[in-house]
């Protein structure tokens, strides 16, 4: 699997902006398809905030249209979330993901995916 590690998070007042990042190591994948942001809320389920193709597509759940931006840097294998006007709903456990091919040893690829070990965003005044 492939290692994957979140930073950028932390407490900031409502409007304000976090950055958070998802550096991925390891080489598992030989290619990278899909990197997505998933968050979990307290007492609720991870549900999906954003997502990005290897060509720069992206797709946003509805309440991060407008404010919240993904991008992913190829070359480094490194997913951003860029997230500004921050309210307290956004309060949660942030996630990424990765989907992508690894070599199954036989001369063809497999899929698979991998997640970080989540961090945490507090919205509150």
């Known amino acids: 699997q492939e290692h994957l590690v979140e930073s950028g998070g932390g407490l900031v007042q409502p409007g304000g902006s976090l950055r958070l990042s998802c550096q991925a190591s390891g080489n598992f994948f030989s290619i990278v398809h899909m990197m997505s942001w998933f968050r979990q809320a307290p007492g609720k389920q991870r549900e999906f905030v954003a997502s990005?193709?290897?060509?720069?597509?992206?797709t946003y759940e509805t309440s991060a249209k407008g404010r919240f931006t993904i991008s992913r840097d190829n070359v480094k294998n490194t997913l951003y979330l860029q997230m500004n006007n921050l309210q307290s709903e956004d309060t949660a456990i942030y996630y990424c993901?990765?989907?992508?091919?690894?070599?199954?040893?036989?001369?063809?690829?497999?899929?698979?995916?991998?997640w970080g070990q989540g961090i945490r965003v507090t919205v509150s005044a």
């Open positions: 990005i193709t290897r060509r720069g597509v992206a």
């Open positions: 993901r990765v989907e992508g091919d690894y070599p199954d040893g036989e001369g063809g690829v497999e899929s698979a995916d991998s």
